[in-house]
C-alpha cells in the first residue's frame, strides 16, 4: 500500500508540482535573495553554504506544501473549471495529501531546527498562514471568491518565505538588521504579483476567476508592466550607491521581458499575456541580482 501512495505522490509532483521548473525557481530565488541580502546589509562577502541548501530545500518544499494545500481548498472551483486535476479525477486523495503535507512540515522543522532556532519558527510560522489562510476561505467565501481579496489573503505567504530568508540569515549571522531589507521583501514582492498577474491577465470573455475581469483587460496588463519596471527601479536603488554602475545595471536588461509581452498582448490576435516572458523576466532578475552579489564586493 505504502508503495502505491508514493507512486499516485509521485504522478501528483509530476503533474502539478514539476520539480525541473520549480527546482530552478526555488534555486534562482534562494540565492538570489541571500545573496542580495547579504550584499545590502553590509555582512559580505556572500558565498553559498551548506545552510543555503538548506534554504533552497525549505523554498521548494514549502512552495510544494502550499501546492497540496491549494488542491484542496481549490477542490470545487477545479471540478467545474479544471476537470482533469489529480484530486478531482481520483489519482490521489484527501487523505494521502495532508499525509504528505504532515510529513512535509516534519522534514522542514527538522532541517530548519539543524540551520538555526530562528529558522524554524520563521518556516513554522508561514506553514501556520497557509492553514490559516485555509481556514479563512473555508469561513469566508469571499476571501477565496473575490480574486483581489484573495491575493491580498495570498501575498503574505510569498512575503513570509522572504521573511523566513531574512530570519534565517540573521539566526546564523549573515546579515544584521537593516532598514535597507525592507526594500528587498518589496522588490520580490514586486516580482511575485508579476508573475500572478502575467498568468491570469486575459483578453476576451471568460466564466474563470481572472485579474482582467476585475481590472479590465488593460488595467490588468499595466498592472503587471508596472510591477515588473517598479522592481528592476527597486533594484537600481538599492545597489547603485554600493556597486559599479556596469554590475548595478545587469538586472535592468530583465525589464525587456515585461515590455515585449505588454507588446505582445496589446498587439493584434493575443489573447492572453504571454507566460513566457513573465517566466524569462523573473530568470534574468534574479540571475541578474545573484551575479550582483557574487561580484559585489
Not at 495532508?98 to 520563521?122: C, D, K, W
Amino acid at each position: 500500500m505504502a508503495v502505491g501512495v508514493i507512486g499516485r505522490l509521485a504522478r501528483f509532483v509530476q503533474v502539478m508540482f514539476p520539480l525541473g521548473l520549480h527546482l530552478t525557481y526555488g534555486l534562482l530565488w534562494t540565492v538570489s535573495f541571500e545573496g542580495t541580502a547579504v550584499l545590502l546589509a553590509g555582512s559580505g562577502p556572500w558565498s553559498p553554504s551548506w545552510a543555503t541548501a538548506a534554504r533552497f530545500a525549505t523554498v521548494v518544499l514549502t512552495l510544494l506544501f502550499m501546492r497540496m494545500l491549494d488542491e484542496q481548498k481549490d477542490f470545487d472551483y477545479d471540478v467545474v473549471h479544471n476537470p482533469d486535476r489529480p484530486l478531482v479525477t481520483g489519482a490521489i486523495t484527501t487523505g494521502e495529501l495532508r499525509t504528505a503535507m504532515t510529513v512535509i512540515a516534519a522534514v522542514l522543522l527538522g532541517l530548519n531546527a539543524l540551520v538555526s532556532p530562528l529558522s524554524a519558527v520563521a518556516v513554522a510560522v508561514v506553514l501556520a498562514y497557509g492553514l490559516v489562510l485555509w481556514a479563512a476561505e473555508t469561513a469566508f467565501p469571499a476571501v477565496r471568491e473575490d480574486i483581489l481579496l484573495n491575493l491580498a489573503a495570498a501575498l503574505p505567504i510569498q512575503a513570509l518565505i522572504n521573511v523566513y530568508l531574512c530570519v534565517s540569515l540573521y539566526g546564523t549571522g549573515q546579515v544584521r538588521p537593516n532598514a535597507v531589507l525592507i526594500g528587498l521583501l518589496v522588490l520580490y514582492a514586486c516580482v511575485f504579483v508579476h508573475l500572478e498577474f502575467a498568468r491570469k491577465t486575459r483578453q476576451g470573455g471568460t466564466d474563470e476567476r481572472l485579474y482582467s475581469q476585475v481590472l479590465g483587460v488593460h488595467g490588468s496588463a499595466a498592472w503587471t508592466l508596472a510591477l515588473a519596471l517598479v522592481a528592476v527601479g527597486l533594484d537600481l536603488a538599492l545597489v547603485l550607491p554600493l556597486l559599479p554602475v556596469p554590475v548595478a545595471l545587469l538586472p535592468t536588461l530583465a525589464a525587456v521581458f515585461p515590455l515585449v509581452g505588454a507588446w505582445r498582448y496589446w498587439g493584434p490576435g493575443r489573447r492572453n499575456w504571454p507566460r513566457g516572458t513573465a517566466v524569462g523576466f523573473v530568470v534574468v532578475l534574479c540571475a541578474g541580482l545573484t551575479v550582483q552579489a557574487v561580484v559585489g564586493f
